[in-house]
Structure formats: structure tokens, C-alpha cells
């Protein structure tokens, strides 16, 4: 059964920093697309930061330049690297992988909470 898990999430202070993992099994993590999102109370959920399987990275503007997405096939995992926190970055933080050939495969992990609160 495949899974995507989650972890790192928990409680900082505004401008410091968090490390989120996503590791995957069962697939070829290295093959999918990723992107990490996030949903805060009452609000739809984004995307973030994405990663696509060539290793091209894109980013929503609030978060450029403080967040990096990054990944490790070897490992079968995903980062994202979580700087200068505000507080409006409080959120739960989830993983999806996504690959398309013949059929169409979309994974989502369980999420993890990120709050950043003084």
C-alpha cells in the first residue's frame, strides 16, 4: 500500500525555522511530481513549493526565498526547508505525489501541523 508520511512539523517562534519530510513507500518516489501545501483554518488548501521529477523547483511568492523544497530519490523522500517563519505560516502541511502515464497516480500524505507563534 503506498504512503506518503509526514514529519517535522511543530510549535516555533516567528523567524525560526522547521524541516518537513515526506518519505515515501511502495513507489518510485523519484518519477512523481511533489508538492507540499497547506491548509490554515478556514482557508482552502495551496500549494506551496513543488518539485517535478527532473528536479525543477517552483514556489508560491509569499514563501520564496525563505522556504527550500528539495529531495533525496535515495531515500525516497522530500524536504522542505522552513526559514524565517511568520505566523501566517501556520497551517497543516501536507505532501502530494503526483505521476501521469497511462493511468493517473495521486498520493497525499496525512499532514502535519506547523505553528509559528510566539
Known amino acids: 500500500q503506498v504512503q506518503l508520511v509526514e514529519s517535522g512539523g511543530g510549535l516555533v517562534q516567528p523567524g525560526g525555522s522547521l524541516s518537513l519530510s515526506c518519505a515515501a513507500s511502495?513507489?518510485?518516489?523519484?518519477?512523481?511530481?511533489v508538492g507540499w501545501y497547506r491548509q490554515a483554518p478556514g482557508k482552502q488548501r495551496e500549494l506551496v513549493a513543488s518539485?517535478?521529477?527532473?528536479?525543477?523547483?517552483n514556489y508560491i511568492y509569499p514563501v520564496k526565498d525563505r522556504f527550500t523544497i528539495s529531495r533525496d530519490n535515495a531515500k525516497n523522500t522530500v524536504y522542505l526547508q522552513m526559514n524565517s517563519l511568520r505566523p501566517e505560516d501556520t497551517a497543516v502541511y501536507y505532501c502530494?505525489?503526483?505521476?501521469?502515464?497511462?493511468?493517473?497516480?495521486?498520493?497525499w500524505g496525512q499532514g502535519t501541523q506547523v505553528t509559528v507563534s510566539s
Open positions: 502530494n505525489a503526483k505521476y501521469r502515464s497511462s493511468s493517473f497516480y495521486d498520493y
Open positions: 511502495e513507489i518510485v518516489f523519484s518519477i512523481y511530481n
Open positions: 518539485i517535478s521529477s527532473d528536479g525543477t523547483t
